[in-house]
């Protein structure tokens, strides 16, 4: 089962994330765990990741919390450019956690649609 390669952007700050590694494991996998918040993102990154999903920026924003209002990034004038922008400045602006495999990729919310991503 380690052949399939699994990557989860995870935030252990997060319980969903939390929860979405511990169901991965559960599975018998082990999965490459990426603390975004800590190693940050690339734009090139994100824009593969959000395509791959099929998926926006705005859409994979983080709302919660104050941070997206305070940066202006709720108005929907703003656009994917400056939101990817403010992403890779602030890597806690996107959604978490985020799983890829070669299934695909996707937002694991609730924790249970990381499943889907296994074999």
Partial sequence: ????????????????????LALIRERGYEPQVIEYVKVGWTKD???????RMGVRPRQMMRTKGALAGELGLL???VGDEAILDAMVKNPILVERPVVATPKGVALARPAEKAIDLLP
């Fill in 1 to 20: 089962m380690s052949d399939f390669p699994i990557t989860i952007f995870h935030n252990p700050q997060c319980g969903t994330s939390r929860n979405a």
């Fill in 45 to 51: 990154q994100l824009k593969d990741l959000f395509a």
């Fill in 75 to 77: 108005d929907e004038s």
